[in-house]
């Protein structure tokens, strides 16, 4: 049931602020124990409802369904080597190249 999960999100949205209005309520030193005690009856309405309807699980998703099929035939990954780099900077990390970088500073 969909519309009984939904209600019991509400009526916990509603109990929590009713407690942060208790908070708030202590805070300016005017204590309403009504807020407390209606905000823990909102919170304990929407448990009840949550455990007596469960949340429906989802049907899996079908999106990604061609690529799952289509993986690497063998176990090897499917990234190449660099090949175009000189061979003291293929196992260095950043980029190669002055694109984007620093210019350099002989001007």
Sequence with gaps: ME??????TFILVMG?????????S????????VL????LLLVALAVFLNVRFPV??????ERFRLMKKK????????STPQENQPEERKHQPGKSGRRGGKKPSGR
């Design 3 to 8: 519309l009984a999960n939904r209600v019991s």
């Design 36 to 39: 407390l005690v209606v905000g």
């Design 71 to 78: 993986g690497p035939k063998n176990n090897e990954p499917r």
């Design 56 to 61: 429906a699980e989802q049907p899996r998703s």
């Design 26 to 33: 202590i805070i300016a030193e005017q204590v309403q124990i």
């Design 16 to 24: 929590l602020a009713l407690i942060g209005l208790f908070v708030l």
